[in-house]
Nanobody, 114 residues
Framework: QVQLAESGGGLVQAGGSLTLACEGSGFPFGRYALSWYRQAPGNQRELVARILNDGRTYYPNNVKGRFTISRDNAKNTVYLQLVSLKPEDTAVYYC????????WGQGTQVTVSS
């Protein structure tokens, strides 16, 4: 059974930093692409970072240079480092992976105060 468990969210002031973690289990972690999405109230869930099984990464323009995704396959964990946070980064952040199905974690709240 695939499980993803996020941690590390919290309240931070604008300009601050956070590091989120997502531990996976129930699947061959090192073989899977992993992603972070976020969803703010009233908005659609959006992709903020992806890391492939070979380590290549992808970021949309609105977070490029501020967010960094990394993975530690020995720990079955993917990280998302967020720096220079803005109030508009406030959202629930979700970990995601997929094979024939999509798998999501329960999410972790990030709140950035102005």
């Amino acid at each position: 059974q695939v499980q993803l468990a996020e941690s590390g969210g919290g309240l931070v002031q604008a300009g601050g930093s956070l590091t989120l973690a997502c531990e996976g289990s129930g699947f061959p972690f090192g073989r899977y692409a992993l992603s972070w999405y976020r969803q703010a109230p009233g908005n659609q869930r959006e992709l903020v970072a992806r890391i492939l099984n070979d380590g290549r990464t992808y970021y949309p323009n609105n977070v490029k240079g501020r967010f960094t995704i990394s993975r530690d396959n020995a720990k079955n964990t993917v990280y998302l480092q967020l720096v220079s946070l803005k109030p508009e980064d406030t959202a629930v952040y979700y970990c995601h992976t997929a094979d024939v199905k999509n798998y999501w974690g329960q999410g972790t709240q990030v709140t950035v105060s102005s």
